[in-house]
């Protein structure tokens, strides 16, 4: 149980285009999923908390205009990089967690490896 | 949130046991001690969470002491297939989880 998906799982665009990241929980209803960024061999950083049916929250520092989120069901959320720059080529991680659990128990999904042209 | 202080790395051999020690002298009455995994270009697996004294799971125990200002994740006769980024988290039930540098486990044979 518990699994959450990311597609696609790598994908190239060019600058200047838009790229949408889904992310789905797959075998439970998730009110809340997050959206974090590693750079290679650092850690990872949260982006923006995404509830269902409302806006995200996002950190400070996270562009919300080039940083679209949409969080339209329990088992879905999107994050949509417009006009996309190489330096937000990056490895894009979403989790979530239980609808009735602990929002600090995520589960995450396996990433996308966006690259930047 | 509590900030966590790890070793950055630490080798291994296979068949035997690891911990990993996370301290967090400012943890709060509240908070919870959660560690992941994370293999490379994986996105991070959540292992065992605890508040206090021992948790154990079909991977591993998480050792809490009683005052609570460090865990310690064991990993119980590793294998290759545990080399990994493990992250220890301490936090409330307010979604903000705050990843560290990690420790680098690297298992040889």
């Known amino acids: 149980g518990a699994v959450v998906s990311q597609h696609p799982s790598r994908v190239i665009c060019k600058s200047g285009t838009s790229v949408k990241i889904e992310c789905r929980s797959l075998?439970?209803?998730?009110?809340?999923m997050f959206w974090y960024r590693q750079f290679p061999k650092k850690s990872l950083m949260l982006m923006a908390t995404?509830?269902?049916?409302?806006?995200?929250?996002?950190e400070q520092g996270v562009e919300k205009d080039k940083f679209l989120i949409n969080h339209a069901s329990l088992t879905l959320s999107t994050l949509t990089v417009t006009s996309a720059h190489p330096e937000d080529s990056s490895f894009y991680i979403c989790?979530?967690?239980?609808?009735?659990?602990?929002?600090?128990?995520?589960?995450f999904g396996p990433g996308t490896r966006l690259t930047v042209t | 949130l509590a900030k966590t202080t790890q070793p950055i790395s630490m080798d291994s051999y296979e068949g035997q046991e690891v911990n990993i020690t996370c301290s967090h002298n400012?943890?709060?009455?509240?908070?919870?001690i959660t560690w992941y995994q994370q293999f490379p270009s994986q996105g991070p697996r959540f292992i065992i969470q605890?508040?206090?004294t021992k948790v154990t799971n079909e991977v591993a125990s998480l050792f809490i002491p009683a005052d609570r200002k460090s865990s310690t994740l064991s990993l119980p006769r590793v294998s290759l297939s545990d080399t990994a980024v493990y992250y220890c988290?301490?936090?409330?039930?307010?979604?903000?989880?705050?990843f560290g540098a990690g420790t680098t486990v690297t298992v040889r044979a």
């Open positions: 989790s979530a967690s239980f609808t009735s659990g602990r929002s600090d128990e995520q589960y």
């Open positions: 075998d439970f209803q998730a009110t809340t």
């Open positions: 995404s509830n269902e049916g409302s806006k995200a929250t996002y």
């Open positions: 400012n943890i709060a009455t509240n908070d919870y």
């Open positions: 605890g508040y206090k």
């Open positions: 988290l301490v936090g409330g039930n307010d979604y903000k989880l705050s």
